[in-house]
């Protein structure tokens, strides 16, 4: 989960996901409460006893009454994290069996309790993202990307290449590559079945500030490249 948060010292929950687990346990939660000292990310379940792990983020200070980034990621068998501004403020293990799972249903803004405060672009995501990429989707775009691989002076900019393996941080940002490893390459797949030609690439799926096309042209000779669609034709790619 990553959303923007504006509170006050009133503790309510920001959000609440819930799931009739069966086998004897009739809850299990995943929620994240806001305090006096910051956020309580909870994941449990309930049934006849109740059993929980609870990380406390509570640094640096409390949630602002100013627009702050936070983010909250759970894999059980692995870690609870929050992150604020872009920055892990907390961590801690959780067992393998809290796992939300059955009929699930969730609430943002109650549960508990209603949270006093302000939530924008509350996002929920299929996998847990990195770190790098919780400051692309904070920074918004292009700017993120390079402030979360630390790139400034000689090594920002979108056309320097700071590894050097060819490709530009333009480039890199579009494909989801990292601009400080060389090592790192794009995964390209290319296949031929008749006339018809697929390519494959990685792209970057947060990379909403860029468009990657495919263009084609009938020689390797000036500059008269155009957009290929589905229906294209072309010698040379």
Known sequence: VCTWVKGNTSKGTLFKFSADAGGGNSARTLQANVGDDGFDFWAGFSGGSYSAEHLTASTPGTVSANWEHWAFSAVPGGKMKVYRNGSLVGEMDLPADHLLSGNQYGKVGRGDSNMLGWIDDFRIYERVLTEAEIAVVMFNGYSGWEKAH???????????????????????????????NSTLKALEEKSRSGSDITYRHTQNVFARDVTVKLQGSTNLTGNAWTDITTTDRKSVV
């Open 150 to 180: 630390g790139l400034t002076g000689l090594s920002a900019g979108e056309l320097t290449d700071p590894d050097g393996d060819g490709l530009a941080n333009i480039v890199e940002y579009a494909l989801g590559l990292n601009p400080t």
